[in-house]
């Protein structure tokens, strides 16, 4: 409802001169400080991102010298996969319950830590400490989970609370060691001008989803219990992947084509992910599935939503039920 507005009022430059352009800038710096004070940072420490995935990047880039070492996870996410392979790296294997163990971790060692897997909702409860630099990946966790004291950068993806896609926040600590990764010129953190109606509504967004979160967390934690319940007692040779966060779930299913499922349940109303293929340029299986030892075939991913109702579920696992047993048939 409030897009439309947004729109007509925030199209200047907050950067120009003039009034309109004032305005603008006024309500930059309005969004900034929601965003510093629901993410517990300070509102100079973030910077806006078109791209969410370029975080990973100038995140975890801007932190390695030439003595610092990356190490990270075998569950993160291929963003970090893709940087691990510019330098000197260590990955760090998960437990079946997609625990990470940061004992070795060197003084001279950048880490990365995911507060929460998007793919499986995995919390991740240790913490790396004793170490030059530590990038946290809150893309799946969005406020749910409050940063390290010891954080370096931080990413969150707006979509993490109902905002709208293609914005990325990106927080730098003013005490860590960060150079810019990227060719600039300026002490411009992103290059590029980032959509200000994106950001205006993202901050509208935010400030809406905590306000409901307060009330809805425990309907939504219901609702995660009776769909593990469902699965497990109802679906045969059914792996649900070790759990956490309330509002993420995965479940695989054996003799079962991902693909077909998600189509199939699309086509009966329900909209629903996979991690079956985490890529489809290579079309392997999910390298966080296979790495927790879960069942890769046949695997969707469900995201609770504060909207999501008790009878929406129980039509959905019916639905879900009855689709498996045909597609197994």
């Not at 603008?24 to 995935?53: D, M, Q, Y």
């Not at 409050?146 to 707006?158: E, V």
């Not at 349940?265 to 879960?294: E, I, R």
Request: hydrophobic letters at 45%; charged letters at 20%.
């Amino acid at each position: 409802m409030a897009l439309p507005h947004i729109f007509e009022v925030a199209w200047p430059d907050p950067a120009k001169l003039g009034v309109d352009s004032k305005s603008a800038a006024i309500l930059l710096n309005e969004a900034r400080e929601t965003f510093a004070g629901h993410l517990g940072v300070k509102s100079e420490e973030i910077s806006f991102l078109g791209e969410p995935s370029l975080g990973f990047h100038l995140g975890i880039s801007g932190l390695i010298g030439a003595q610092n070492r990356l190490v990270f996870s075998n569950i993160d996410r291929m963003e970090v996969f893709a940087i691990s392979e510019k330098f000197s790296s260590f990955q760090l294997k998960a437990s079946t319950a997609g625990q990470i163990d940061y004992a070795d971790l060197r003084e001279s060692d950048v880490a990365t830590l995911q507060l929460c897997n998007r793919e499986t909702g995995t919390i991740q409860l240790s913490r790396p400490n004793n170490c030059a630099g530590l990038f946290v990946d809150a893309t799946g966790s969005g406020t749910r989970i409050k940063l390290p004291d010891n954080w370096s950068t931080a990413l969150w993806d707006s979509t993490s609370w109902a905002g709208p896609s293609g914005l990325g926040i990106l927080a730098i600590s003013k005490s860590a060691k960060w150079q810019n990764p990227l060719p600039h010129l300026d002490s411009r953190i992103n290059p590029g001008p980032t959509s200000l109606p994106l950001i205006v509504a993202s901050a509208l967004a935010i400030d809406s989803w905590v306000a409901d979160e307060k009330n809805l967390a425990a309907k939504i934690a219901a609702i995660n219990s009776e769909i593990r319940s469902y699965l497990s007692l109802k679906i045969p040779d059914c792996d649900l992947a070790p759990g956490g966060a309330d509002h993420l779930l995965s479940a695989s299913f054996l003799y079962v084509n991902a693909e077909q499922l998600v189509t199939v349940l699309a086509d009966k109303g329900f909209a629903v992910d996979s991690g079956s293929a985490c890529s489809a340029v290579n079309m392997q299986p999910s390298h966080v599935l296979a790495a927790l030892g879960t069942l890769t075939q046949g695997n969707i991913r469900l995201t609770i939503h504060h909207g999501t109702s008790f009878e929406d579920v129980q039509k959905f696992l019916q639905v879900l039920e009855e689709t498996i047993a045909e597609l197994r048939a």
